[in-house]
């Protein structure tokens, strides 16, 4: 094994410039196949965008830099938009709901609709092997989140009488199983055809002080995703933005997959969008307490961004306007809806998606060649964030929903404080209930109900339960 080949040039070179010849370290001792495998993701590197990395890490204080202007924070606003349902004022002048909910059907009806479904991420928090969308959620069915959010897809689709495109967003961790997960189960109704799964990047992760990459195995880089900004740059290098053009796609809906109350095709909602004439379109909730770990949308000047809960001072972020409401309250919950020219547009920019880093923990491993899992932040991780392309819109759109009605995150394990499974699920059932009470249909307060995806409207509920009466856990 001592005669092992040597990397190619220019290879070797850029390790040698940027000092990282210890990724070599057990170089000689590889087998051939692991040595193919450490030398093709080495190959596979970014090496000019690795230099960019270290520069923004050597000069960046996480404790003290913001990613705006103090100056443009502190003057910002909660901007003006539409409420789902109820048909309030938005930058582009009184809209109403009616008129919206219309606008959005005939653009479902003309096929001018297609959907994003991040799904990078992996269940591992959640004490589940694999990637999240397969974990079961269903407070009734046990039904997994992908069956849920696709279904849906599946179900406005029928209705509206064209195909919706989905495009789902994987990442190197999770690509495989999804790809296995949803062929197993028949995409769940979706035409194969119309369904694009392309793999997020991913990007190093730097050891804190010496701003090294850093190994997690003898024949690998310790890597991690590049951020549902991603999903930008992974679209383009999948020919996405072609594919949902060819299809007839004019406007393209983003969510992720740990909400299964998301609501990204909901008609009015893409009927603000077009009614604004929104290259960026946004659902937004209300936030009630400064505490909650959501970000927010801000406005001024006529420029958008979304700025980080954790960017926020105490001060910023617990100011409240004379009618009590906090000053900055529009809390962004990461289902978007984008002009497709805006997105080949903003695919042309350059630095349109900036990068942004954190101090994480990274297993990785030490100097004796074991794998080390710090309790504390060893490393730099870097991602991008899609919200960044707000500034770079003619026109944004924010539109207020119910938090109850869309929005229920599934991010801690059982038992944890909040965004648990049994939060979610109990989400799902406060939302089932009261679909029911709109419909005429009695349900005891007790009585765990799941609405499955072919549910979309209070006849669905009607059609379903004949009596008027639920007696017993149940899917409607």
């Known amino acids: ?9 220019p290879l070797a070179q850029q390790l040698t410039d940027l000092g990282q010849q210890r990724l070599l370290a057990h ?9 193919d495998r450490l030398h093709r993701q080495l190959a596979g590197i970014d090496w000019p965008q690795v230099a960019g990395m270290r520069q923004l890490a050597a000069s960046h204080d996480t404790a003290a830099a913001l990613p705006v202007d103090a100056a443009w924070l502190r003057a910002a606003n909660t901007p003006a938009g539409p409420r789902l349902r109820t048909g309030g004022p938005s930058p582009a002048g009184p809209l109403a709901a009616s008129e919206a909910a219309d606008r959005g059907a005939a653009l479902l009806a003309s096929g001018g609709a297609g959907v994003v479904l991040v799904a990078g991420g992996q269940a591992s928090r959640l004490r589940c092997e694999g990637p999240k969308g397969i974990y079961p959620v269903g407070p009734v069915s046990q039904a997994s989140l992908f069956e849920l959010l696709l279904g849906r897809v599946r179900e406005i689709a029928a209705r509206s009488g064209r195909p919706i495109p989905l495009a789902i967003m994987t990442s190197s961790a999770t690509d495989h199983d999804t790809r296995a997960f949803l062929s197993e189960h028949a995409f769940f109704g979706l035409q194969p055809e119309h369904v694009l799964i392309f793999q997020q990047g991913d990007l190093p992760a730097l050891a804190l002080e010496s701003l090294d990459l850093l190994l997690d195995a003898p024949d690998h880089v310790a890597v991690a995703p590049d951020g549902h900004g991603g999903l930008l740059a992974a679209l383009v290098a999948a020919s996405g933005l072609d594919w949902f053009a060819e299809r ?15 609501m990204p095709l909901d008609p009015e909602f893409l009927g603000y969008h077009l009614l604004a004439d929104a290259e960026f379109s946004t659902q937004v909730v209300e936030k009630q307490q400064p505490a909650e770990r959501v970000g927010v949308v801000a406005e001024h ?10 960017d926020l001072s105490d001060e910023l972020a617990a100011a409240r306007g004379p009618d009590g409401r906090l000053h900055l309250r529009a809390g962004s919950i990461a289902v978007h809806a984008f002009a497709l020219a805006f997105l080949r547009r903003a695919a042309a920019a350059p630095d349109s998606l900036p990068l942004h880093l954190a101090r994480k ?9 074991q794998l080390h899992r710090p309790a504390a932040a060893n490393a730099f991780k870097f991602e991008r964030f899609i919200f960044d392309l707000m500034p770079f819109a003619r026109r944004v759109l924010t539109v207020e929903i119910e938090a109850a009605e869309g929005f229920a995150p599934l991010k801690n394990p059982p038992g944890a404080a ?13 939302q089932a209930h009261r679909r029911c009470a709109e419909a005429g249909v009695a349900v005891a307060d007790e009585v765990v109900i799941e609405l499955s995806p072919a549910v979309l409207t209070a006849d669905d509920i009607r059609q379903r339960v004949p009596s008027g009466r639920i007696e017993s856990p149940r899917v409607i």
Do not use: K
């Open 248 to 262: 007839g796609v004019e406007h393209v809906a983003t969510f992720q997959v740990d909400n299964p109350l998301a």
């Open 1 to 9: 094994m001592t005669d092992a080949p040597q990397l190619p040039e």
């Open 418 to 430: 909040a965004d648990a499974p049994e939060h979610v699920q109990a989400a799902m059932n406060a």
């Open 301 to 310: 000047d006529g420029v958008h961004r979304v700025i980080e809960y954790s």
């Open 27 to 35: 170089w000689a001792q590889l087998e051939p196949a692991a040595r």
């Open 361 to 369: 923990a990274v297993a990785c491993l030490d100097g004796t060649g």
